[in-house]
């Protein structure tokens, strides 16, 4: 692998992992890949490509969180429900407590 392809490759991972452990280990390990096969071909384009546009969708993520919302009063009411059986004729709690 020639020095161009080192620094290129170091440059991508600097800019998607950053000046990390993490990014000298996967440097390390992509070196050790190309150091062991006979022949490899780095493709480089000298082109910048823009990334999509992300526009979301309002209506699914409004569904999204309607459904959120409903599954989680249903949960707060069984929860509820369940918690009805530790529960006294007075409305305390049926656990061990000290009081005064």
Known sequence: MSRDDYEAIKGIINHII????QGHVLLKAIKGYFSQKESVRVVRYERTIKAP????????INKIDKEA????????????????????????????????
């Open 18 to 21: 950053g000046d990390t452990q």
């Open 53 to 60: 546009n992300f526009t979301p969708n309002n209506n699914i």
């Open 69 to 100: 919302n409903e599954a989680m009063e249903k949960y707060t009411k069984k929860l509820a429900k369940e918690n009805e059986k530790f529960r006294n004729k007075y409305g305390k709690a049926k656990t061990c407590s000290v009081n005064s």
